[in-house]
């Protein structure tokens, strides 16, 4: 084995310099795309605004050489170069100049995983671009919450695409904006896709940790979603279909130069066309759950299903108008639901109807003024308004019943900002924010000898915050911090943010950052009153009570090595938080009680190793972590987190052949922690009537098997039309190759009023394919 490694580093090494000799043809060639192999043939990084490559080609034929590279890009396509020092350059266009950049305009970014995955390097942060992304595994297209799953320290042990789960934190627990729209739903398909557009996404900042002070009320990672904000020259439009759902885009300028305009839409075709690919989902989705019971009866001529209509729809709008050129007003909308109606008739006549909607809706506008070449200044306003309803309705001969469940959120902020270039190397960022939240929560019981429950409580934010960035040759330094009142719980909180590294030479760079962070809105895990069990996440506003407001400190350090196409990227982190219940943590305990508060500890480690040759990019990502819950009334000594995993590992391969892309890539995690019961016991309740309740000896004690499985891809781009103008795709995607039967999640339930202990097991996606055909132009 160790000698199979030595033979393939140094093949990699070899050919790597044999190629950095070679003569190059490009022919019409993408310019982003040419840029990124320039700049990993002579190790060097070029900074630059992404708007600038758009619709730019390159043609050259001959020894690649950097001066007449640079030369001809200027001739060709218009755009500057400038030596920030050996190794740095910035590319602007001629009517441009660094001293009038902003961070939020210009990145100095570097590939980190493959196209359209880059490194900020000022902050250390992961740029996407889903309209940029070339073929992952598994995906038959971008899809923004799924891809970065790629990334160390960041998955989804139930292979949902939006639970999230960073560093040891848990999905609630991330900060999640589009276009400044706080989202409190994320997802299509009880997670399975995000309901984000990834065709009018245009750039996503993730931050794992060392996040700006201007990133408020959550304690783990971000992520900032932001659509276009250049006005377009030309009409574009766009239309797809994969097995799942179909979609269409629209960008149309108005006033040449001044005001454009963009809609997109996508809508499921589950409820029309029941394909493979949602058989897949589906029998992963519902399983253990009322539908796949009632299906089984079906099939035993048991019952009759009445209505199975499920669907999802999201839709996106944008306006964009620059007043002047020191002036920019952007209004951005969107719309996402699903929809469940789920009816069934027994032999006996008994009628069940369960029925489910989840929305999130939003907008923001955002008013962009330079005041000067050297200072912005930047207002919006934001409002998200979140809803869950759930119902039943049970009907028979002689009794009805039913409940109904609720859960909603509005949210509505105002923030100034400013941001001031004092010179090259020095900016000030400062601004303050406004945030009111009401939440409610209900459920309302048609039997009256059960108790409603109402909750619906209000609260007001006002932050501060203020920073000071340096970059230079050889650092970057951002120091700031975050003050936060809250109305009602009379609190202020103080939180300091810092992140630097230091680029010891061209090579190697150490960096390391530190934060507190508060949370003050969250999701509890509530009883599962209804039985089909698919939507029980609350959120719930934190309290002077049973529900505190969520404190994190988070402490990292590590390394970036890059060379000869080779990164190596090591980081290891310390969080410590408190301030939990178990509602949040949704553990499984036979007590009576209600709340337990409690913390976690969360330390580990992320690496990334990845190789490019030329249009082959390779990567391995692995995180070491541990998170420990200590909830002393609960449990005296400390046991796993509800989703701590030792070890996650994703290996990666894609390979671009002139119109085809291929991707595979194979997943390994150790299996997550789950309640295993001990015995039975026997009580008395309150009507005086004897029941069973499990046992536990103690929280988490068992764990699930290993989890595995390989992902494929291969996209084919081609045009259409006697002009060739019409951009087409074909795409084909699998997941889960070899059919592997993962374990995701288990729970223990007694069988009805006996003692006998049923373990009821939820498996992961099989072998599901996908299909996608699509046209731009």
């Given at each position: 084995?160790?000698?199979?490694?030595?033979?393939?580093?140094?093949?990699?090494?070899?050919?790597?310099?044999?190629?950095?000799?070679?003569?190059?043809?490009?022919?019409?060639?993408d310019?982003?795309?040419?840029?990124?192999?320039?700049?990993?043939?002579?190790?060097?990084?070029?900074?630059?605004?992404?708007?600038?490559?758009?619709?730019?080609?390159?043609?050259?034929?001959?020894?690649?050489?950097?001066?007449?590279?640079?030369?001809?890009?200027?001739?060709?396509?218009?755009?500057?170069?400038?030596?920030?020092?050996?190794?740095?350059?910035?590319?602007?266009?001629?009517q441009?100049?660094?001293?009038?950049?902003?961070?939020?305009?210009?990145?100095?970014?570097?590939?980190?995983?493959?196209?359209?995955?880059?490194?900020?390097?000022?902050?250390?942060?992961?740029?996407?671009?889903?309209?940029?992304?070339?073929v992952?595994?598994?995906?038959?297209?971008?899809?923004?919450?799924?891809?970065?799953?790629?990334?160390?320290?960041?998955?989804?042990?139930?292979?949902?695409?939006?639970?999230?789960?960073?560093?040891?934190?848990?999905?609630?627990?991330?900060?999640?904006?589009?276009?400044?729209?706080?989202?409190?739903?994320?997802?299509?398909?009880?997670?399975?896709?995000?309901?984000?557009?990834?065709?009018?996404?245009?750039?996503?900042?993730?931050?794992?940790?060392?996040?700006?002070?201007?990133?408020?009320?959550?304690?783990?990672?971000?992520i900032?979603?932001?659509?276009?904000?250049?006005?377009?020259?030309?009409?574009?439009?766009g239309?797809?279909?994969?097995?799942?759902?179909?979609?269409?885009?629209?960008?149309?300028?108005?006033?040449?130069?001044?005001?454009?305009?963009?809609?997109?839409?996508?809508?499921?075709?589950?409820?029309?066309?029941?394909?493979?690919t949602?058989?897949?989902?589906?029998?992963?989705?519902?399983?253990?759950?009322?539908?796949?019971?009632?299906?089984?009866?079906?099939?035993?001529?048991?019952?009759?299903?009445?209505?199975?209509?499920?669907?999802?729809?999201?839709?996106?709008?944008?306006?964009?108008?620059?007043?002047?050129?020191?002036?920019?007003?952007?209004?951005?909308?969107?719309?996402?639901?699903?929809?469940?109606d789920?009816?069934?008739?027994?032999l006996?006549?008994?009628?069940?109807?369960?029925?489910?909607?989840?929305?999130?809706?939003g907008?923001?506008?955002?008013?962009?003024?330079?005041?000067?070449?050297?200072?912005?200044?930047?207002?919006?306003?934001?409002?998200?308004?979140?809803?869950?309803?759930?119902?039943?309705l049970?009907?028979?001969?002689?009794?009805?019943?039913?409940?109904?469940?609720?859960?909603?959120?509005?949210?509505?902020?105002?923030?100034?900002?400013?941001?001031?270039?004092?010179?090259?190397?020095?900016?000030?960022?400062?601004?303050?924010?406004?945030?009111?939240?009401?939440?409610?929560?209900?459920?309302?019981?048609?039997?009256?000898?059960?108790?409603?429950?109402?909750?619906?409580?209000?609260?007001?934010?006002?932050?501060?915050?203020?920073?000071?960035?340096?970059?230079?040759?050889?650092?970057?330094?951002?120091?700031?911090?975050?003050?936060?009142?809250?109305?009602?719980?009379?609190?202020?909180?103080?939180?300091?943010?810092?992140?630097a590294?230091?680029?010891?030479?061209?090579?190697?760079?150490?960096?390391?950052?530190?934060?507190?962070?508060?949370?003050?809105?969250?999701?509890?895990?509530t009883?599962?009153?209804d039985?089909?069990?698919?939507?029980?996440?609350?959120?719930?506003?934190?309290?002077?009570?049973?529900?505190?407001?969520?404190?994190?400190?988070q402490?990292?350090?590590?390394?970036?090595?890059?060379?000869?196409?080779?990164?190596?990227?090591?980081?290891?982190?310390?969080?410590?938080?408190?301030?939990?219940?178990?509602?949040?943590?949704?553990?499984?305990?036979?007590?009576?009680?209600?709340?337990?508060s409690?913390?976690?500890?969360?330390?580990?480690?992320?690496?990334?190793?990845?190789?490019?040759?030329?249009?082959?990019?390779?990567?391995?990502?692995?995180?070491?972590?541990?998170?420990?819950?200590?909830?002393?009334?609960?449990?005296?000594?400390?046991?796993?987190?509800?989703?701590?995993?030792?070890?996650?590992i994703?290996?990666?391969?894609?390979?671009?052949?002139?119109?085809?892309?291929?991707?595979?890539?194979?997943?390994?995690?150790?299996?997550?922690?789950?309640?295993?019961?001990?015995?039975?016991?026997?009580?008395?309740?309150?009507?005086?009537?004897?029941?069973?309740?499990?046992?536990?000896?103690?929280?988490?004690?068992?764990?699930?098997?290993?989890?595995?499985?390989l992902?494929?891809?291969?996209?084919?781009?081609?045009?259409?039309?006697?002009?060739?103008?019409?951009?087409?795709r074909?795409?084909?995607?699998?997941?889960?190759?070899?059919?592997?039967?993962?374990?995701?999640?288990?729970?223990?339930?007694?069988?009805?009023?006996?003692?006998?202990?049923?373990e009821?097991?939820?498996?992961?996606?099989?072998?599901?394919?996908?299909?996608?055909?699509?046209?731009?132009?």
């Open positions: 084995m160790k000698q199979f490694l030595v033979v393939f580093i140094f093949f990699f090494l070899s050919f790597d310099v044999a190629c950095q000799n070679k003569h190059v043809s490009y022919n019409k060639a310019l982003e795309e040419v840029v990124k192999e320039v700049e990993n043939y002579f190790s060097i990084r070029f900074s630059y605004n992404d708007a600038i490559f758009k619709s730019q080609y390159f043609t050259y034929k001959g020894l690649l050489n950097l001066d007449i590279f640079l030369l001809e890009i200027e001739l060709q396509n218009n755009i500057n170069s400038e030596f920030i020092d050996a190794k740095n350059i910035v590319l602007t266009t001629k441009q100049t660094i001293s009038n950049y902003t961070l939020d305009e210009v990145l100095v970014v570097s590939e980190y995983l493959t196209s359209g995955f880059n490194q900020n390097e000022e902050d250390g942060s992961i740029v996407l671009s889903p309209t940029k992304m070339g992952l595994p598994g995906l038959v297209e971008s899809d923004v919450m799924q891809s970065l799953q790629l990334l160390p320290g960041i998955s989804s042990p139930t292979e949902s695409a939006t639970n999230l789960h960073i560093r040891g934190g848990t999905p609630d627990q991330n900060l999640i904006l589009w276009d400044g729209i706080k989202m409190y739903h994320q997802g299509h398909l009880f997670g399975m896709i995000s309901a984000f557009n990834p065709y009018i996404t245009e750039r996503v900042d993730i931050y794992k940790s060392g996040a700006s002070s201007k990133y408020g009320n959550r304690i783990s990672g971000i900032d979603m932001h659509s276009a904000t250049d006005i377009f020259t030309k009409t574009a439009a239309i797809g279909s994969n097995l799942l759902h179909s979609d269409a885009f629209l960008k149309l300028p108005i006033i040449k130069n001044e005001l454009g305009i963009f809609i997109a839409a996508r809508r499921s075709l589950t409820d029309v066309f029941n394909s493979i949602y058989r897949k989902l589906g029998n992963k989705i519902f399983q253990n759950t009322k539908i796949e019971d009632n299906n089984q009866q079906v099939q035993e001529e048991e019952l009759r299903i009445l209505k199975d209509q499920f669907y999802f729809v999201d839709f996106n709008a944008k306006a964009t108008w620059r007043i002047s050129e020191k002036h920019q007003l952007n209004f951005s909308s969107l719309f996402v639901r699903n929809k469940l789920y009816a069934n008739a027994n006996e006549g008994m009628t069940s109807n369960d029925r489910l909607n989840l929305q999130n809706n907008f923001s506008l955002q008013s962009d003024n330079w005041l000067t070449k050297n200072f912005k200044l930047t207002t919006s306003i934001n409002y998200s308004d979140y809803k869950s309803d759930s119902s039943l049970e009907t028979n001969t002689e009794d009805n019943g039913s409940y109904n469940r609720t859960n909603s959120v509005q949210d509505f902020g105002i923030i100034v900002a400013s941001e001031v270039l004092l010179n090259s190397k020095n900016k000030l960022i400062f601004g303050a924010d406004y945030a009111d939240y009401d939440v409610a929560f209900t459920i309302d019981f048609v039997d009256a000898t059960i108790e409603d429950e109402i909750q619906n409580n209000t609260l007001h934010t006002t932050s501060l915050y203020a920073e000071h960035v340096y970059n230079s040759s050889k650092w970057h330094i951002r120091s700031g911090a975050r003050m936060s009142i809250l109305s009602k719980l009379n609190t202020t909180f103080f939180e300091p943010r810092f992140y590294d230091y680029q010891i030479n061209p090579v190697l760079k150490l960096k390391g950052s530190g934060e507190i962070k508060n949370q003050s809105i969250s999701q509890l895990i009883f599962e009153f039985e089909l069990g698919l939507d029980n996440n609350t959120w719930t506003l934190a309290n002077d009570s049973e529900i505190p407001v969520l404190n994190n400190h402490l990292t350090g590590g390394f970036l090595y890059d060379k000869n196409n080779w990164k190596v990227d090591v980081e290891g982190y310390y969080k410590y938080t408190k301030g939990l219940t178990t509602f949040t943590r949704g553990f499984t305990n036979a007590t009576n009680e209600d709340y337990f409690g913390q976690s500890t969360s330390y580990g480690i992320d690496i990334l190793v990845k190789k490019r040759i030329h249009r082959f990019r390779t990567w391995l990502s692995y995180s070491l972590s541990k998170t420990l819950f200590n909830f002393g009334a609960l449990q005296a000594s400390n046991f796993p987190g509800n989703f701590d995993q030792r070890h996650v994703s290996f990666s391969n894609t390979y671009k052949l002139k119109q085809f892309q291929f991707s595979l890539g194979w997943h390994f995690a150790t299996g997550k922690p789950y309640a295993q019961p001990s015995g039975t016991r026997s009580f008395v309740n309150v009507d005086n009537q004897v029941e069973n309740a499990l046992v536990y000896d103690s929280q988490n004690n068992a764990r699930l098997a290993n989890y595995h499985r992902d494929a891809s291969i996209i084919y781009d081609f045009k259409l039309g006697k002009h060739k103008k019409t951009k087409a074909l795409g084909l995607s699998f997941l889960n190759v070899y059919n592997q039967e993962n374990e995701i999640d288990k729970s223990s339930v007694l069988e009805g009023d006996t003692t006998q202990i049923i009821e097991t939820v498996i992961g996606l099989r072998t599901t394919p996908n299909i996608l055909f699509r046209v731009s132009f």
